[in-house]
């Protein structure tokens, strides 16, 4: 009998955490989707201020061909930094609104897809990241193998990536940007697996309301990052240039 007891303990136990975990993988896909939905808006948005009638506005100008430019596209890049290294000193509702204000600005600075790739050709590719995403993601989720060396050596590929990037800055290879953009989306479609994986392994479920909050909202940043880079890679591929 007390091995009974102690057997429906440990079930009532593991029920307990795993719907503890469902709750905050929930939390973090709902985080990373409202994300991209503020993006897509501010993209689309951005642009409709910026160009009317064929032609750039004021808007458009600053935001295309002034100096403002920079500020908008490294602007993002000021605020994810700010918010990895300061989230452990902020409130869970201060991290949130800081994490909406750089999806923001993030799609502020994809509004310029709209000036060189056809509307249809970017829905489509949206659809077929999150296709991939999902498929992925879920891998990443349900699978028992530990994916911690392929992490590792995707993120060494990813700091190849980069510097390959600004090499064909001065370049403007277009063989070179072909590979880059093939690598991008295989690094990234890997990278989606192995940081669901890893996202969801840092769920314990001792946790107070203000770690895991914090917690959520950095596993949705970055599953946020994997999804924008994974789309941003493909479209160089399925996108339809105007």
């Given at each position: ?38 993006t ?104 028992k ?36 953009s ?16 890893r ?18 909202i ?25």
């Open positions: 009998m007390a091995d009974l007891r102690n057997y429906q303990s440990r079930a009532q136990t593991g029920e307990v955490i795993d719907q503890g975990l469902r709750a905050y993988m929930l939390k973090v896909y709902n985080l990373m989707a409202l994300g991209l939905a503020i897509g808006v501010a993209a689309y948005l951005g642009f409709n201020f910026a160009v009317q009638d064929n032609q750039l506005t004021q808007f458009g100008v600053l935001l295309f061909q002034s100096p403002l430019r920079w500020v908008v596209i490294l602007a993002p890049l000021a605020a994810v930094f700010f918010l990895s290294f300061r989230i452990n000193r902020m409130s869970v509702a201060a991290a949130q609104t800081t994490f909406w204000v750089y999806a923001a600005l993030v799609g502020l600075s994809l509004a310029s897809i709209f000036l060189i790739y056809t509307q249809s050709s970017i829905t489509q590719t949206f659809f077929v990241t999150a296709a991939s995403f999902g498929a992925l993601s879920l891998f990443g989720y349900t699978t193998r530990d994916l911690s060396a392929m992490g590792s050596f995707l993120i060494m590929g990813l700091f190849g990536l980069i510097i390959a990037s600004l090499v064909n800055i001065f370049l403007a290879s277009s063989a070179l940007q072909f590979a880059i093939a690598i991008g989306v295989l690094i990234f479609a890997g990278l989606t697996a192995y940081d669901t994986q996202i969801k392994e840092m769920y314990y479920e001792a946790d107070g309301y203000d770690v895991a909050g914090r917690k959520a950095m596993g949705a940043l970055t599953l946020y990052l994997d999804f924008i880079n994974l789309f941003m890679f493909l479209l160089q591929f399925m996108g339809n240039r105007k």
